[in-house]
């Protein structure tokens, strides 16, 4: 189940509340009892992780072909 985050408009507290996708939009109370918490927008980040370093392809020296016009 998801965790939510809302704010408080009266005191303005910020918690937490595990619920149902489905009740995502439902009203909350926070925990001083007020009846007026907003559901804040979650920001998530992620950050790539680094990666091996890619070795080089060695290129071929020797030319496409004595057919090609490169020589």
């Not at 009203?27 to 918490?37: S, V």
């Not at 992620?46 to 020296?61: E, F, I, L, N």
Request: charged share 20%.
């Amino acid at each position: 189940m998801p965790t939510y985050e809302f704010r408080c408009k009266s005191c303005d507290s910020v918690f937490e509340e595990r619920r149902s996708m489905s009740e995502a939009d439902l009203p909350a109370t926070c925990p001083e009892g007020h009846d007026n918490a907003v559901r804040l927008l979650s920001v998530f980040a992620s950050v790539g992780g680094a990666s091996a370093p890619q070795k080089a392809t060695p290129r071929p020296s020797g030319g496409c072909g004595s057919a090609c016009g490169c020589h």
